[in-house]
């Protein structure tokens, strides 16, 4: 390997397929924000694109290109960790490689039917070719087929993987999870002509994807990241990651019930859901302690500042995001009121970003640093972190604007249109003209901008970090190994005295 | 000292391996039981009454204050056949599913909300058949008509220029969005949306015909 060079072709099997995932995973990165800009737009000029590029157009491709390219960084982080944690090469490469390039050929052609076919007739046929029209997981029948097949091969791979090499903790923990993840998806994957039913489904997809499975998948990378950029120590690593599953499937299980509220579903489910959901936020505190105490704990003595600077990020942004923004509205008595408004986009966003974003970017620097000769990627880089710390302030100013924006626009929302004039279509379009709205999406816009300018400068970070460097990485020795180093020592000053 | 600590059992790994696992299976199988209970529930026309039969479509639906629950509910009032013409439940669902298909295919969960999911570019469809929007009873349904056909034209924006792209719905397409937007807005929902205030109801109900004007017609 040679310092600050591309060393790809020296990588593993596993950490190739992890470098093209990620590369996807960019490129549609960079689409989410320009299609998020262009219907951020319309809410401004509902003229822009009328007729040819409408907001459910834009809205669908914005939302889903984030759930893929998040996908494809949560399976590139995988493929990236598998051999090192396992011990052995990547089982079943070709297997692996070519499930990459069938499910990449997927996105695009779901894309571009996205795009140039839009919708079709009210037939069943528009469902399996076209678009489901279902929230979030428009994509039409024939691909989810497609995404469970290739979800089956890299399950395959990683079981295979472990099976071969040894196990630990964060593996056990993560082939389990995956088990879910890809079982969950078969819940979205029928049509029926009862919409409570419908619904009742396709939360088991959204919410037990984003507020459990993802989110322990999470957890799982960032332990492994904790190990890697700071060397934590493994065994309390691993412990907090079970702490952590038990109190996020103890919570987010049955916190479920916060989407059953109004769609239908029987009376007992305000309970369950407002009493369950309201506990969601304590796993993401115990993740905000274990991290913060693990990086002080060492100092912040890290290899990888970017990657550090990214996972404490996800600490945080996950609490508030995740935690706090979702706890403010999870309680049937406020979210009658909140309930599709402005709140749960404010919500989406922060959530999102904080608690899924910022891991992948976390770990995409982990990846580049091997990728550049395991290069210095600690404090004084060539052009002083710059690039990286500009990235990481504009993308969070950006969307901690925006949350803020669409925070204001929903309480002028639930107020005006929810509470004063009882959700007609009359007051619906009274509360989108009030200045409190109307303002908060210019500021939204703005802010829109500015995260766009931070994710253009941290895409042109990933391309040059480590470029220029000439100093190998900082050696990180975990605390058991510095406790060993002392026992050592000490025993040498006995002998010789 | 360390070491003192680390012997007890709520730091030990195992003990949380076991509580990860347990708590897991638990709230798994207490979510897997109510679910059966809320499926049998919500099935359309279930004895629960919480979502209507298909057939709803054939009746006047209201959306009144309930005191003992201390929220809006829907009514179910007289006999007020969509388009004039009492249907079957077969026919009913068939027309009702027409309509999902048809807000499926054409992506409307993307502007929209229905029960209050979906995007927020455009009002709730969750009662928009009660919405006071449309006048009174008698007008309702031509005026959904020409607007679904129509959105541009007969735009209903009310001064913010937000106007619904031209959908090019066939006539049965409306037709089908038009009953699954009736059989919707008669779904319980524990008072979502909160406050509505319906059109007014006071149109002719549905008689029969009478066997005397059935042998004047033979």
């Known amino acids: 390997m040679t310092l600050g060079a591309l060393n790809y072709g020296e990588l593993s099997v596993g950490k190739k397929l992890a470098i093209k995932y990620f590369s996807v995973a960019m490129v549609l990165f960079l689409a989410q924000m320009l299609f998020g800009l262009l219907a951020a737009w319309q809410f401004i000029a509902p003229d822009f694109l009328f007729g040819f590029l409408d907001f459910n157009v834009n809205r669908m491709v914005h939302i889903n290109a984030m759930v893929v390219w998040l996908l494809y960084g949560f399976i590139g982080s995988i493929f990236w960790l598998i051999e090192d944690e396992s011990g052995v090469p990547l089982v079943g490469a070709k297997i692996a490689e070519a499930t990459f390039w069938v499910l990449t050929l997927a996105v695009v052609i779901v894309v571009l039917v996205y795009l140039f076919v839009q919708s079709g007739p009210g037939e069943t046929a528009t469902l399996w070719l076209i678009n489901e029209g279902r929230e979030y997981i428009e994509a039409p029948r024939w691909t989810d087929i497609g995404i469970v097949v290739c979800m089956v091969a890299i399950f395959y791979n990683v079981l295979a993987t472990f099976l071969k090499g040894q196990w630990s903790g964060i593996s056990g923990v993560l082939v389990l999870d995956l088990i879910a993840l890809a079982g969950l998806y078969l819940c979205g994957m029928f049509y029926t002509t009862n919409l409570p039913v419908d619904q009742y489904w396709w939360w088991w997809v959204i919410h037990l994807w984003v507020e459990a499975t993802w989110e322990v998948l999470v957890g799982c990378i960032m332990a492994w990241g904790l190990i890697k950029t700071l060397g934590a120590r493994r065994k309390i690593v691993t412990t907090w990651l079970y702490i952590e599953v038990a109190l996020m499937f103890g919570s987010g299980i049955l916190g479920l019930g916060h989407h059953y509220f109004w769609i239908g579903t029987p009376e007992y489910w305000l309970g369950i859901g407002g009493f369950f959901s309201a506990l969601e936020p304590i796993p993401l505190v115990a993740m905000v302690v274990h991290s913060v105490y693990d990086a002080g704990k060492h100092a912040f003595r890290s290899n990888n500042h970017p990657a550090l600077a990214w996972l404490i990020a996800h600490a945080f942004g996950n609490f508030f995001g995740a935690g706090v923004w979702g706890f403010m509205q999870t309680l049937p008595q406020i979210n009658l009121y909140t309930h599709g408004t402005q709140w749960a986009s404010s919500h989406g966003h922060l959530a999102f970003f904080g608690a899924y974003v910022t891991i992948v970017v976390a770990f995409i620097y982990l990846a580049l640093q091997k990728l550049r000769g395991d290069v210095w990627m600690s404090g004084g880089l060539v052009d002083q972190g710059r690039k990286w710390k500009w990235a990481l302030v504009l993308t969070h100013v950006g969307m901690v604007g925006m949350t803020i924006a669409l925070l204001i626009a929903g309480y002028e929302q639930s107020f005006v249109e929810r509470a004063i004039g009882g959700s007609t279509w009359q007051a619906y379009f009274e509360g989108q003209m009030r200045p409190w709205f109307v303002e908060a999406m210019w500021w939204r816009m703005a802010f829109g901008v500015l995260m766009t300018v931070g994710v253009v400068l941290l895409l042109w970070d990933f391309l040059t970090i480590g470029a220029k460097e000439m100093k190998p990485m900082l050696e990180v020795k975990s605390l058991d190994e510095e406790a060993e180093d002392v026992q050592v020592g000490e025993v040498g000053v006995a002998a010789q005295s | ?218």
């Not at chain 2, 509580?19 to 099935?43: D, N, Q, R, S, W």
């Not at chain 2, 068939?94 to 927020?120: D, E, F, I, P």
């Not at chain 2, 031209?166 to 969005?177: A, F, K, M, S």
Request: net charge negative.
């Open chain 2, 1 to 218: 000292m360390a070491e003192s600590y680390e012997s007890q059992w709520w730091v030990s790994e195992s003990f949380w391996r076991k509580c990860a696992i347990f708590i897991t299976a638990g709230m798994a199988l207490v979510l897997v039981f109510l679910t059966f209970h809320t499926l049998y529930a919500i099935g359309a026309g279930a004895d629960a009454g919480r979502v209507p039969a298909y057939s709803v479509i054939n009746y006047r639906i209201d959306y009144v204050p309930d005191e003992e629950r201390g929220h809006l509910v829907p009514e179910i009032g007289p006999m007020v056949p969509l388009f004039g013409e009492v249907m079957s439940e077969e026919d009913a669902k068939a027309l009702v599913n027409h309509g999902k298909l048809t807000v499926q295919a054409r992506n409307c969960m993307n502007c929209h909300t229905l029960l209050g999911n979906g995007a927020y570019y455009a009002p709730d469809l969750t009662k928009a058949w009660l919405d006071p929007g449309w006048g009174n009873e008698q007008a309702r349904e031509l005026l959904m008509t020409m607007f679904l056909k129509d959105p541009v034209t007969n735009a209903r924006t009310f001064g913010t220029n937000r106007k619904m792209p031209n959908q090019d719905l066939t006539d049965d397409e409306v037709r089908g969005v038009i009953a699954y937007l009736k059989w919707m807005s008669a779904i319980d929902t524990n008072g979502f949306p909160a406050n509505f205030e319906t059109l007014p109801q006071d149109g002719p109900v549905y008689e029969p015909p009478s066997e005397a004007s059935e042998e004047g017609a033979t």
